[in-house]
Nanobody
Framework: VQLQASGGGLVQAGGSLRLSCVVSGFRLDRYDIGWFRQAPGKGREPVAATSGGSTYYSDSVKGRFTISRDNAKSTVYLQMNSLKPEDTAVYYC??????????????????WGQGTLVTVSS
């Protein structure tokens, strides 16, 4: 099982980026996938998750970020619009292993891939 995030970079505040998470070793259509981030000096926090036909977002990104998936391409995307300096972080994708009531529970996810750095300048 592998998940590889890419698409990060440097962008000005108000700009957009699209991250990709390519998965291998399992069928994407059978699993929930989440995006998480870790800012410098802070703990990892949930960003968004896709579960079947449903999507979930943290309050901090709701209305600005969109998670989507293309099962045929084994890829999950995170479209990030109206970026803010506080969105600066390393972004990770992960496979959901357990099912708590809250679909953004970090402890439910595993197979963390190498992250991709997003830097938003003011």
């Amino acid at each position: 099982v592998q998940l590889q995030a890419s698409g990060g970079g440097l962008v000005q505040a108000g700009g957009s980026l699209r991250l990709s998470c390519v998965v291998s070793g399992f069928r994407l259509d059978r699993y929930d996938i989440g995006w998480f981030r870790q800012a410098p000096g802070k703990g990892r926090e949930p960003v968004a998750a896709t579960s079947g036909g449903s999507t979930y977002y943290s309050d901090s990104v709701k209305g600005r970020f969109t998670i989507s998936r293309d099962n045929a391409k084994s890829t999950v995307y995170l479209q990030m619009n109206s970026l803010k300096p506080e969105d600066t972080a390393v972004y990770y994708c992960a496979q959901r292993r357990y099912y708590s009531d809250d679909p953004l529970t970090i402890a439910d996810f595993g197979s963390w891939g190498q992250g991709t750095l997003v830097t938003v300048s003011s």
